[in-house]
């Protein structure tokens, strides 16, 4: 067992954005990215999938706890790098030059947009879309969590 | 490396829906589960999340490939459960009985529904959201995957 703790039960409750002048709390963003248009070759290369999710995570300032990466036959990479912050998980489809990535981080300490601008650029990937959701949102009065599913922050195509 | 291919490659090679009478494909669904007001000793316990993690994984016919979990000091589990069909994921926090679990999985042999049901019982959780997604919308003239992001294809509380 580690001694780490979750990202946000140490520096940073929860991730409050300031919107509208309303101060909006919840306890994880996931981001939601499409990958289209790559290049297929680095796309079925496990060695490549797993040092890119890697070094994807370091960017963004994550800290690395375990990583599991697994090729397919004969086509496709799947994996995931588990972080203090939460977790970064791919699945690829060379064939069809695509991979849909999840970047889920806790606190404020990681932008994942930097993780996902550094694998549009690693991937080769013409055209993609991120979502940014809210997971786990915190209700201002009572402090738990309100019963309701994800909220989109945000979403672009570039 | 293992032999077997990504669960979409051999069987089905895309997932079909028949939605109002049109043809819809796309490559994966993924599930964002919220758990509500859970049993937080059981979302503190290592062992206990794993195991039911692994389960849930079975309960809806998927094959495990690989999987990572770790226990977070003082507080919470995160852990993912790699699948031929794709991923499983959780991150707990104990401390406000929440649990954000997501179930992606490729072709149509699993239903992350099942998976869904089992950890909510499994978890004591009261109340619960289901969203599901659609990943890598395929083009049916071109039969590419579409250049766009994800879209909600159903989403309930219970």
Redesign the interface.
């Known amino acids: ?6 990202e ?2 140490v520096t940073s409750p929860f991730t409050a954005f300031q919107e509208n002048g309303k101060k909006e709390i919840h ?2 963003q ?1 981001v ?1 990215a ?1 990958f ?2 790559c290049d297929p070759n680095t796309l079925n290369s496990i060695d490549k999938v797993e040092k890119y999710m890697v070094d994807a995570a370091l960017e963004c300032g994550a800290t690395i ?4 990466f ?7 990479v ?3 790098v ?1 972080i ?1 912050e ?2 970064l ?1 791919i ?1 690829t ?1 060379p064939e ?3 991979a ?1 990535v ?1 970047l ?1 981080t ?1 606190g404020d300490k990681c932008d994942p947009k930097v993780s996902y601008e550094f694998l549009k650029k690693k991937f080769n990937s013409k ?1 993609a ?3 940014e ?1 809210k ?2 949102i915190i209700d201002e009065e009572t402090l ?2 309100a ?4 909220e989109i922050m945000q ?1 672009f ?1 570039d």
């Open positions: 067992m580690q001694k780490e703790a979750h946000l039960a306890l994880g996931h939601l499409e289209f248009e706890v375990q990583k599991c697994h090729m397919f036959n004969p086509y496709g799947s994996g995931v588990i203090s939460s977790h998980a699945h489809w069809l030059g695509y849909a999840d889920f806790c055209k879309t991120f979502s959701l997971r786990g738990k969590v019963e309701k599913p994800f979403q195509a």
